[in-house]
């Protein structure tokens, strides 16, 4: 008869190997029943099943003892055609009730451990390495770094360690490259989930006091920067016991910071640089605004905001800055009229100026006016870092700027010259400051000794120097006046000097002359004399003419003289 059994083998590899096996027996005559197991008072038979099984897929448990589970019945009974008095007996099997009928077996593995509960004690230590990165730098820069190498050394100071194996929790935005190992020590990676790479070590075990030593790269080029930190999270486990008390050692916990590495720059321009302003400037140079009598200067500032990385600007401000009026209690001059961020990216504000036409009242006092031309000479600066300066803030908040990206401000204004007329400078200067900002709560840092994060752009208003027509007259007007007096001060001033010139000299002359001139040519003399006053300008002159007549007077003596002699002797010759 041949009957048929199954034999359930439980090896830990993945549930139980059911097997079905024949066994042939032969069938002797006997007489009675035939007994079962062994028992019984007649003869019976006998089978005896061998099956050797061999597992040719990796065992995962090595703990884990294998079972082995025969289970048999008997199989369908077939009756000769041998002629019987009494109906043919049927076999049976003797069992238990309530029992299954099949045999069990287990085989354990061999350990060979030093303690009673063969506890493993698994060691973690890790370190964190940046590519291209100095090992002092104690942040993961978004876009400079392309991978991170997790250097890892697990060692075991229990018992031997079955199915060790380590385990990394990473963020979903890294991706496994590979495993490193200096030498080829049995260590095998698989990633299981996105987040999730489990590797195993030293299979099937790892022994007493060994210790492995491998790297884990992953990519960083996709990070994002949405979290804060980057962890990893690395477990070690094995299929020993291990003791609550060295359990601490096998979880290992490295993190490093996600920032963003920024270089920032900004700079700017200014249209036009200088402008000329005055009453006898032209008004078409101006524009004139709906229902107001102001004459404005247009002015067009861009700024542009620049990011050489090497990560993503997440968001940055821009602070622009405008002197806006000329003394602490003046009034406003600009009026921002439009500004525009580039790829609509961005927006800005700033405070509106509620009156921006504003025209000084004149002074009255021609003299005041007279005097604030004359004294029109010089230059003024306006800064904002003045201090006591009343400025124009524009803030604007811009988005992300990637790598190599630039972002443009352009603001257009109006400048009142209505203001500017009414100081005393030829030449006003004024200096507008702009600076970026980064926002450290979004984790961003500035390179160090990088592109400056502020610029300064400058424009100048000139004045003319023209003052008004009737301004003119008076000028004319009072120069004449004062030319007069000036004039009548100086020949005052020349009377008294030759006055006194002409009384020394006259003293002078008298005594020299004392002897030889009579009192009637004294006289003519003195008339002579006045004439000449009258008629010299300068004392040069007047003592020219003291020496000629004074040589005429003494050959007039002379000759006077010798006709005296003469007729003198004619007198007594008679």
């Given at each position: 008869m041949v009957?048929?059994?199954?034999?359930?083998?439980?090896?830990?590899?993945?549930?139980?190997?059911?097997?079905?096996?024949?066994?042939?027996?032969?069938?002797?005559s006997a007489k009675g029943f035939p007994a079962m197991g062994g028992d019984g008072g007649g003869g019976g038979t006998a089978g005896f099943l061998e099956s050797q099984e061999l597992s040719k897929r990796r065992v995962q448990d090595v703990i884990s003892p294998i079972v082995f589970e025969a289970a048999y019945s008997l199989g369908t009974h077939v009756n000769g055609e041998e002629e019987r008095e009494l109906p043919a007996l049927t076999p049976v099997l003797r069992w238990k009730k309530g029992?299954?009928?099949?045999?069990?077996?287990?085989?354990?593995?061999?350990?060979?451990?030093?303690?009673?509960?063969?506890?493993?004690d698994l060691q973690l230590r890790g370190k964190l390495l940046l590519s291209s990165v100095d090992e002092k730098t104690p942040y993961l820069a978004l876009g400079a770094v392309k991978n991170i190498s997790l250097n890892v050394s697990i060692s075991n100071l229990g018992d031997d360690a079955y199915d060790a194996n380590v385990s990394f929790n990473v963020s979903r935005e890294l991706f496994f490259i590979n495993m490193?190992?200096?030498?080829?020590?049995?260590?095998?990676?698989?990633?299981?989930?996105s987040d999730f790479l489990k590797c195993s070590v030293g299979f099937p075990f790892m022994r007493s006091k060994s210790k492995y030593d491998f790297s884990v790269i992953f990519d960083t080029s996709h990070l994002s920067g949405e979290e804060e930190v980057l962890s990893f999270i690395i477990t070690a486990h094995s299929g020993n016991v291990e003791r609550s008390e060295a359990l601490l050692d096998n979880t290992l916990i490295l993190t490093v910071p996600l920032v963003h590495e920024v270089d920032s720059s900004i700079s700017g321009i200014v249209s036009p640089t200088s402008f000329v302003y005055g009453e006898s400037v032209d008004a078409s140079n101006f524009i004139q605004l709906d229902d107001l009598e102001c004459h404005f200067q247009p002015l067009n500032i861009t700024i542009q905001v620049y990011n050489t990385g090497p990560s993503t600007l997440p968001g940055s401000s821009v602070s622009i800055s405008f002197p806006n009026r000329l003394s602490p209690g003046g009034a406003e001059m600009f009026q921002v009229q439009e500004m525009v961020v580039g790829q609509e990216k961005g927006n800005c504000s700033f405070q509106k100026n509620p009156t921006p036409c504003i025209i000084p009242q004149e002074?009255?006092?021609?003299?005041?006016?007279i005097f604030a031309f004359f004294t029109k000479s010089g230059r003024k600066v306006l800064d904002c870092e003045n201090p006591g300066m009343s400025c124009l803030i524009i803030h604007c908040n811009l988005s992300a700027?990637?790598?190599?990206?630039?972002?443009?401000?352009?603001?257009?204004?109006?400048?009142?010259?209505?203001?500017?007329?009414?100081?005393?400078?030829?030449?006003?200067?004024?200096?507008?400051?702009?600076?970026?900002?980064?926002?450290?709560?979004?984790q961003v840092v500035e390179i160090a000794n990088g592109n400056p994060e502020e610029m300064m752009v400058v424009f100048e208003a000139l004045h003319?120097?023209?003052?008004?027509?009737?301004v003119v007259g008076w000028i004319i007007a009072i120069s004449l006046l004062v030319g007069i007096l000036i004039f009548l001060l100086l020949a005052v001033l020349l009377w008294k000097t030759s006055q006194q010139l002409l009384a020394s000299d006259v003293e002078e002359?008298?005594?020299?002359?004392?002897?030889?001139?009579?009192?009637?040519?004294?006289?003519?003399a003195q008339v002579e004399l006045v004439s000449a006053i009258i008629s010299c300008v300068s004392r040069q002159e007047l003592m020219g003419f003291f020496r000629r007549r004074y040589k005429e007077i003494i050959e007039a003596e002379k000759?006077?003289?010798e006709n005296e002699e003469s007729w003198d002797w004619v007198q007594k010759n008679q």
């Open positions: 009957e048929k059994s199954m034999k359930q083998v439980s090896a830990g590899f993945g549930g139980p190997l059911d097997e079905w096996v024949e066994l042939d027996k032969q069938r002797e029992q299954k009928i099949a045999q069990k077996n287990q085989t354990v593995f061999e350990r060979n451990c030093r303690s009673e509960d063969c506890a493993a490193w190992q200096k030498e080829e020590m049995g260590i095998s990676c698989e990633l299981l989930e002074q009255e006092n021609i003299f005041h006016t700027l990637t790598k190599e990206e630039s972002r443009t401000i352009d603001v257009y204004m109006l400048l009142n010259t209505e203001i500017l007329k009414e100081d005393s400078s030829s030449v006003i200067q004024f200096m507008a400051r702009a600076k970026v900002k980064v926002d450290p709560a979004l003319n120097l023209e003052p008004r027509g009737y002359f008298i005594s020299n002359s004392q002897d030889y001139v009579s009192m009637t040519e004294l006289c003519l000759n006077r003289k």
